[in-house]
């Protein structure tokens, strides 16, 4: 039976890790780097091959920061552990782009939270209503994920989005949701949604300072837009 053929099975110049200390780590292709992730190819196919097929197959990185391990397993020679491994690169990758320095970050503009929610909004396949939390300097709070799912008016109950602002005593809240389809233009559910807990915001004394619709690198404010 042909074992999985690994890194060291190269020859040393042909090497990623080699590589890499020798030439420096922007010098690799894509396909050389997840080869160190990844370590052993499968069989048949080597480390270099192996990674080669992956990003052709899921469409390149972005596929790969889109894929779950139902699409990962899908791909030959990739089962449970390279699955993981492949998916625990995918958030760590998701993470660093929108992450932030401090314990704190000021929202102060529309295109702050967007800056801020993008990279883990922008490439959703279902739509999600995540909150962010602000004090009276609009710094975060906290950020909350509080639906998931086509939202509507009959839906989204105003309980779900204020809960957490009155036990944590935020100011103000952010909203912000995705469109699947990449397009953020806001539909008539969208602006209802928005006046529905505007006003309810109203009531208790917490403000909604805007509403933010992600699509796949572009955003729509609806305070900007004069919708809020």
């Known amino acids: 039976m042909d074992k ?3 890194i060291m099975d190269l020859p040393l110049n042909e090497r990623p890790r080699e ?32 990674c080669n ?10 596929g790969l920061l889109t894929s779950n391990a139902q699409d990962f397993m899908k791909l030959k020679g990739i089962k449970k552990a390279k699955a993981a491994q492949l998916l625990a690169l995918a958030e760590i990758s998701k993470r660093f782009r929108s992450y932030k320095s401090g314990e704190e970050y000021s929202v102060n503009s529309p295109s702050a939270v967007a800056d801020l929610v993008m990279e883990s909004m922008r490439t959703l396949k279902q739509e999600v209503l995540r909150i962010i939390l602000v004090n009276t300097k609009n710094r975060v709070i906290l950020m909350k994920d509080v639906f998931v799912g086509s939202l509507n008016t009959s839906i ?18 952010i909203i912000c949701h995705n469109h699947p389809s990449g397009d953020p233009t806001p539909s008539n559910e969208d602006v209802n949604i928005t006046h ?6 109203k009531l208790i004394g917490i403000q909604i300072l805007d509403h933010i619709i992600i699509g796949n690198g572009s955003y729509i404010s609806m305070k900007e837009k004069g919708i809020l």
């Open 196 to 201: 529905r807990l505007t006003e309810c915001g």
């Open 4 to 6: 999985a053929i690994k």
């Open 156 to 173: 989204v109950h105003p309980r779900e989005v204020f809960i957490e602002a009155i036990k944590r005593n935020a100011a103000s809240i």
């Open 53 to 62: 097929r992956i990003l052709i197959e899921t469409g390149g990185l972005n």
């Open 19 to 50: 590589r890499l200390f020798r030439y420096g780590p922007e010098n690799l292709s894509n396909s050389e780097l997840l080869a160190i992730i990844l370590r052993s190819g499968s069989k048949g196919e080597n480390i270099i091959e192996l």
